[in-house]
């Protein structure tokens, strides 16, 4: 089996690594767009400093602070305008996952020259010009700092897809565990869940597990049951909230299938739609989903599913070890808590299948019926 691992980014990484990004996009170009979310980074005071930063190397910043949780295509295109119009060289992403996607799809944009759902649509190579991005993530969550895909949602069709191409490698990523210290209880918590998922599904999908991608990811799920409820009870926990953001930096990238272990993230694309129609947080979602979906797959990966437990969780049946551990982070919440309505399951299982091809490598065969089924698990 041919797996290929290409991570062409720059990963600077450890507490205080944030003082490098002056120097870092400077050597990159000289006309900087930051790209961030609505409140966090200002009321952190993050954006200040990067700011301070930045003009020390005398560069000129434009800050784009529109993007919100779940980053919608709409928002994408307005970035991509300006970048287009102040002939932006850099973009910086500062934030969480919603905003370095955001970030990734401005980047795709303005490279490719048209509205961001048409590279979702079909997703055409584009020659890699101007702008280049530089992501610097402040939550332990998404990995979107190691790979080139954004996850993004159309509002009129409410359809959250993902779009992927070459020019939307951060050309540096910057990962410093201390930006992460002021995300409150639940995000840190949704997060932590996500970066679980990143691993766990490829792991029990694997239809040709290897010794090496197993040993990779067990010992990344297990960093994360340890770390996350450290994190929860003692938020300063500068060495806990270190152990998550390399997990997560790791988790969805192509590191974490060296050694050729295959799998594919399909409870990613079942929770998609409840993200796209009720913009719950995509942690939220997933962990409503996993021990239904692990259900599911309980007689075509028993192995897997008990190699789990023995691997992760200290020898533990697998499912319930799962189950004790969300419960653990105040995560054990169901479908209908998110607000997802019972009549919409079997619509919501189409969507899924309609914007998550990666569905066809589940390890049994998924249709709407399949999916509204897991929905309902999880109701
Ligand atoms: O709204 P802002 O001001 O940005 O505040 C954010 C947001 O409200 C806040 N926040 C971020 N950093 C903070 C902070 N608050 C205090 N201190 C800080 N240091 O936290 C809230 C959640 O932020 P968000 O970026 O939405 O969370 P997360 O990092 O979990 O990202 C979720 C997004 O990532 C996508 C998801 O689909 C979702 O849209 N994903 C991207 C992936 C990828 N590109 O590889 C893969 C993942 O599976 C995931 O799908
Ligand atoms: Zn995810």
Redesign the pocket.
Known sequence: MITTFHVPTKIIFGVGSFAQLGEETIAIGQKVMLV??????R??G?LDRALADLSRQGLETIVFDK?????RSHTVDEGAFWVRQQKIEVVIAL???????AA?GIVISANGGKPIWHYIQSPEKIDIGLPKLITV???A????ES?C???L?NWETHD?CVASNYCAFPVVSIVDPE??????AK?TA??GV?IF??LVEPYITAAKPQPLTDGIVETCLRLVVKYLPLVLCNPDDIEARSQLSWASTLA?SAFANLGGGDGA?TM?GIE?PL?GFYDI???DGLAALLTAWLSSLATERQDRIRKLGSGVFGGQEGIGAVKNWLAECGMDHRLRDLGVEKERLFSLGQNAIDTAPWLQFHPKKLDATAVSAIYEEAW
């Open positions: 961030t979310g609505r409140y966090a980074m009321a952190s993050f993007v919100e949780p779940n980053p934030g969480g996952g919603s905003v370095m996607d990734k993530p402040t939550v969550a998404s990995g979107s790979n895909g954004a996850v949602t959250k930006l992460t210290i002021t995300l409150p995000p949704q997060g996500d998922c990143h969805c993230m990613h998609h993200s947080a995509h942690g």
